[in-house]
């Protein structure tokens, strides 16, 4: 090959490497900005920079209309919740007072009718505080799904929670005959105290309300990532096949028929658990108990 062969292929690869540079840089340069634009919409300063007929103009141009129908979307979404918000503030301020009444009226009747009138007031009290139970709990759950009432979950034990929470459940549990155990922890974890002890209270309730006799026992140990809280008793268990059905609002039983109650109180537990990272999971076997676990998390 002569001299000038050689020139030229190097001029060619030289051309080539040159060709392969400028197109990384531009690349890179694209990338760059691809980058810098989404940071800039992250921070809701994205502004559209380029009107040609570029292919980073036209991405420019839908990124702008996105976030703009985002925004949208979102101030829609705030609008609704709002109204949710003031909707479940009129429900719950204007049934307490009719409910307080109706309950009043109830004892009054039930102390002053004739004896062969007392099972039917009774039953009318009863029934209020079904009901006044059932709007409480749907308030309750509403105000989590709205996003109006929020978990603040913190760092700390879970043994003066559950403490509290057992106490408040023993004259209940004495009165039917129950032994209501709370074993010794020093497990921690990241929950919202309040909410935590409102999820506990409904698992320690339902294990007290059906189960007849014998036990039912509050323990929490933890692990490496979770912290698992158990509320185990000596019932009459849970068929396999309604184990899933659990946890979806207004579910009961067939064990759970006879029983008072609304079907709202476990699936407010699992509305609290997974807003605070957790979940929870029952184990069960007809005729053998069941054990309920929420599980939170540690970090």
């Known amino acids: 090959m002569t001299g000038a062969g050689y020139l030229c292929l190097s001029a060619m690869a030289l051309a080539f490497l040159a060709a392969l540079l400028w197109n990384r840089w531009r690349t890179r340069r694209l990338f760059r900005r691809l980058d810098r634009m989404l940071d800039e919409a992250l921070r809701g300063e994205f502004r559209e920079e380029s009107f040609d007929e570029t292919l980073l103009s036209a991405v420019e141009t839908k990124l702008a209309h996105y976030l703009s129908a985002s925004a949208v979307s979102a101030g829609r979404l705030q609008e609704e919740r709002d109204k949710i918000k003031t909707l479940i503030a009129d429900v719950s301020h204007q049934t307490k007072t009719p409910v307080a009444n109706v309950l009043l009226y109830a004892q009054l009747l039930e102390e002053q009718a004739p004896e062969d009138c007392r099972a039917c007031t009774a039953a009318l009290g009863e029934q209020a505080r079904k009901l006044q139970s059932l709007i409480e709990s749907l308030v309750k759950t509403s105000r989590l799904e709205a996003g109006v009432l929020a978990l603040h979950p913190r760092p700390g034990p879970l043994g003066p929670m559950l403490e509290a929470a057992a106490g408040q459940f023993a004259p ?76 979806l609002r207004f579910y009961r039983g067939g064990a759970a028929l006879d029983t008072e109650g609304v079907g709202v109180g476990l699936y407010l537990v699992r509305q609290i658990a997974q807003g605070q990272g957790g979940y929870v999971k029952v184990f069960s076997r007809p005729g053998k108990g069941a054990r309920f676990s929420l599980f939170l998390p540690r970090n």
């Open 172 to 247: 209940k549990a004495a009165e039917k005959g129950l032994e209501l155990a709370l074993e010794p922890t020093e497990a921690e974890a990241v929950f919202d105290p309040k909410w935590t002890a409102e999820a506990v209270c409904n698992l320690i309730d339902n294990a007290v309300k059906y189960t007849p006799s014998g036990s039912v026992t509050i323990s929490a140990r933890a692990y490496e990532l979770f912290a698992r809280v158990d509320v185990a008793d000596t019932g009459p268990g849970v068929a396999e096949e309604e184990l899933e059905k659990l946890f």
